[in-house]
């Protein structure tokens, strides 16, 4: 079993709303947990990232209309989008470790295969 895997993404006209999941059955709940970002032939970027107690960080493009959020009971963690845009297109993947910058990936042990998000203008 993938250690995480993601689920929630689809097809949705620039506007509307998505809400992602992670399910991270096989990382220790006290990781930082985080989503990525990308768009055919680009970069991985970040788009948000939580830490075990909560607090959660941004990218300026996600500030106010995304939202990360985790469970450490069931060890998921969701990514409500709202306002989406067709930059906000691209496979968006969960991760999980203990990075010292929480918004790059290079410290994350552990990712997902990814669902795709298409917006649509």
């Known amino acids: 079993q993938a250690p995480l895997v993601e689920s929630g993404g689809g097809s949705v006209q620039a506007g509307g709303s998505l809400k992602l999941s992670c399910a991270a059955s096989?990382?220790?709940?006290?990781?930082?947990l985080a989503w990525f970002r990308q768009s055919l032939g680009g970069e991985r970027e970040a788009v948000a990232a939580i830490k075990a107690g909560g607090s959660a960080y941004y990218t300026d493009s996600a500030k106010g209309r995304f939202t990360i959020s985790r469970d450490n009971a069931s060890k998921t963690v969701y990514l409500e989008m709202n306002s989406l845009k067709p930059d906000d297109t691209g496979m968006y993947r969960c991760a999980a470790g203990y990075p010292a910058n929480v918004l790059t990936k290079g410290g994350y042990t552990y990712w997902g295969r990814g669902t795709q998000v298409t917006v649509s203008s």
């Open positions: 096989a990382v220790t709940y006290v990781a930082t």
